[in-house]
């Protein structure tokens, strides 16, 4: 099976709920920084909202199913973010 290992030192399997998080959180940041300077690009816009909603939705689907998994990607998101 394909393995992810982009930006961090930690891979993962193609498919597994935490690396479609992290992908995803990068692609929303990327958009993030699209739609400061493209204001009223909407289409992007929902497709941010899009992504965001689904990367809650694994989140909250990871954190059912692996407590400890969950708390290491919420560390990593803090970490990232600040």
Do not use: C
Not at 54 to 75: A, H, P, V
């Amino acid at each position: 099976m394909a393995t992810i290992k982009k930006e961090t030192k930690i891979e993962y399997q193609v498919g597994t709920p935490e690396s479609q998080i992290e992908t995803l959180g990068l692609k929303i940041t990327e958009l993030s920084e699209h739609l400061k300077s493209h204001k009223k690009d909407f289409s992007s816009r929902r497709g941010l909202l899009q992504m965001v909603n689904k990367r809650r939705r694994l989140l909250s689907y990871l954190k059912g199913k692996d407590e400890k998994s969950f708390e290491t990607m919420t560390k990593k998101m803090k970490e990232n973010k600040g």
